[in-house]
Every structure is written in structure tokens, then in C-alpha cells.
């Protein structure tokens, strides 16, 4: 592969990998809160948008990242390369609840960026445990099981690893349920 060819690939790859993400979305799962898998997938999908941005020279802010550029582009072409998705109804890029039940917080860094995805606080059940997803530019993706609103933003950290109690996502164990006492 001669160097232009590989800059045409390199263009065209964040592109089909977000299409194929975007599928994931084609089952309406209804009103209720989007799954973690659900979430893990559009961590997914703006780790791809921000690679896709690195390569065209810098990575994205924010609101490149959720814009006409980024996931907001990424959902139109979906809707007009695959009509049967019908993850609009999920996936909200003009909101911080940019996923049903799932808050985002992201923070550009001078090279890079930290992306956290968290459930909503339960306002019934403030102290529940809930899953987060954390990223960076090395794109990884770790989680953290966090009871309360008290959490890391991503502001304070320098690094997806620095948040606390995180590992990366395929090493993660769901805590354990708790046991009614007799």
C-alpha cells in the first residue's frame, strides 16, 4: 500500500467503523435507560470521531466532537446509508444526557481529551452504585462502579487510568448483588 492509499484508508476507516457501530442501535430498546453495552458502544463510536480527528491534524473539542463533524454527522449518515437504525431516539449529541439514562463529561486536553460516561444518579436511590466509562486518547476504555454522585470529573484527570477504582473494561467484575439478611 503506496502512501496515498494509505491516507485514502486511513480517511475512510473511522467512517465504516461508525456505520458498523451505529447498527448496534437498530433494535429500539424502548423509553427506559440505555445498557452499558449500549453505552460502551457510543464510547466506541466518539473514540473512532476523535482518531478520525487526530489524523486530520488535532483532536476534537467537545463540540467538534458532538457537531456537524463529528457524532451529529455520524447520525446523518447513518440515517440516510442505514434508514432501519433508529438510534436518534437513544443518542442525544445536543444534550450532556447524550445517551438515555447516561451522562457525558469530556474535557480537551493540550494533546488529547478524557471522556467520562457515567449512569444517571437514581434521584429515588442517590447512593445506588452505577457504571462509568472512562476513555482517553490511547483509547482504551476502562469502568468504575461508583456509588453516589460523587465522582472524578473530567477536568481533574490527566488520564482515563487516573480515574479511581477503574480497569479496563474486559477486566472488569460487576460487584456482587446485595444479599437480603435474615
Known sequence: MNTLERRS???MW???IVVSRLGFFSQSAGPSNAT?????????????LEAD????GSFASKSELLGPNGLLGAIRRSKTQHPETDWLKRVHPDSDEILDGWMLDFDSKTDGYVLILGQKVDAEKP??????????????????AVAGDKQAKARELTTAAAFPWA????RFV???LPTASH
Not at 452499558?36 to 473512532?48: G, H, K, M
Not at 447512593?127 to 468504575?144: H, K, M, P
Open 36 to 48: 452499558v453495552e449500549q453505552a460502551l458502544n457510543v464510547v466506541r463510536v466518539l473514540n473512532t
Open 9 to 11: 484508508f486511513l480517511k
Open 127 to 144: 447512593s445506588a452504585t452505577r457504571n462509568v466509562l472512562i476513555t482517553d486518547e490511547a483509547g482504551v476504555i476502562y469502568r468504575a
Open 167 to 170: 480497569v479496563p473494561h474486559e
Open 53 to 56: 480527528f487526530r489524523v486530520k
Open 14 to 16: 473511522p467512517g465504516i
Open 174 to 176: 460487576e460487584p456482587p
